[in-house]
């Protein structure tokens, strides 16, 4: 079984790669449309377009920066670089390992940075703008913010030592796993509390799209959901409370515009105020 995983994503082909990501986003969005959490009462078409415009620049990143990725695995695999090249484990505890290793550098704290270095954050804003979350809204990541999660991933990779079908394993249940996590729907209670030990799932990860502060600064799982608990990031609240987008940047033409939100890093920081005292949910 797990020699099968792994050659499949040791030959994974871009293809393959596209019907996940497509896969994920068709199934989660009809899904959204049987049960969603929020009222569907906004043009999904066009919020969906502005998402899978920026969904493309993320591909168009990742694609032309693949070569660096690709040599960096293959490099620390041939000089045993890395905390999986100086361990020695049975090959389903090496790739366990390795997934959680990748998604706390490579996701958990690149996103954690990207909340706390200023520059980073004038990135992360096209984000956190969406005030109709839902799967599309998983990849709504400026060109500038994939560059950056690039240069995470290759960081993680050097320092996991992952080969590269690890790191193929490791994105495409990024992808998946962050479409589930964005996606406008009510997941039972039942449900949740059994799936919210190990992954983010959408009851957990709505609040971190609240558009004040401190709500916007918790619960940045990606996959695993217990960094958020190790690292004191974790809260729960009343999700149908929560009002998503970005008290800075509330200005719908201002959001919904692409060319404005490719311009909005270079423009003046907008400093954002923590209202923990005046509201709770």
């Not at 906004?42 to 693949?66: D, E, Q, S």
């Not at 660096?68 to 999986?84: H, M, N, P, Y």
């Not at 515009?257 to 709770?280: C, G, H, K, V, W």
Request: with cysteine; hydrophobic share 45%; charged share 15%.
């Amino acid at each position: 079984m797990i020699e099968s995983i792994i050659e499949y994503f040791a030959n994974i082909s871009s293809a393959h790669r596209t019907i996940i990501l497509v896969g994920g986003l068709t199934i989660f969005s009809l899904i959204e449309s049987a049960v969603p959490l929020f009222s569907l009462n906004y043009r999904r078409w066009k919020h969906g377009g502005i998402n899978v415009f920026f969904t493309i620049t993320t591909i168009l990143v990742n694609f032309f920066m693949a070569f660096l990725l690709v040599k960096t695995s293959d490099w620390v695999v041939a000089q045993e670089i890395g905390i999986l090249q100086w361990i020695d484990t049975p090959l389903w505890l090496f790739l366990i390992i390795g997934l959680l290793l990748m998604d706390l550098l490579g996701a958990y704290t690149a996103h954690w940075v990207e909340h706390h270095v200023t520059w980073m954050w004038k990135f992360h804003v096209i984000h956190h703008s969406d005030q109709h979350i839902d799967a599309t809204s998983a990849n709504r990541h400026h060109p500038g913010e994939s560059v950056i999660r690039f240069a995470f991933t290759i960081l993680a990779t050097i320092i996991v030592g992952a080969p590269m079908w690890l790191v193929f394993l490791y994105q495409s249940m990024s992808v998946v796993l962050s479409q589930f996590n964005h996606a406008n729907i009510i997941l039972p209670d039942a449900i949740d509390k059994i799936l919210n030990k190990i992954i983010c799932t959408p009851n957990m990860h709505n609040v971190h799209h609240h558009y004040r502060q401190p709500y916007s600064d918790t619960n940045y799982g990606n996959i695993f959901s217990f960094w958020d608990r190790i690292f004191s990031t974790y809260i729960e609240v009343d999700n149908n409370k929560l009002k998503y987008g970005l008290d800075t940047h509330m200005d719908k033409p201002e959001t919904n515009n692409i060319i404005t939100m490719l311009l909005s890093p270079f423009r003046p920081y907008r400093q954002r105020i923590d209202y923990a005292e005046e509201e709770q949910l």
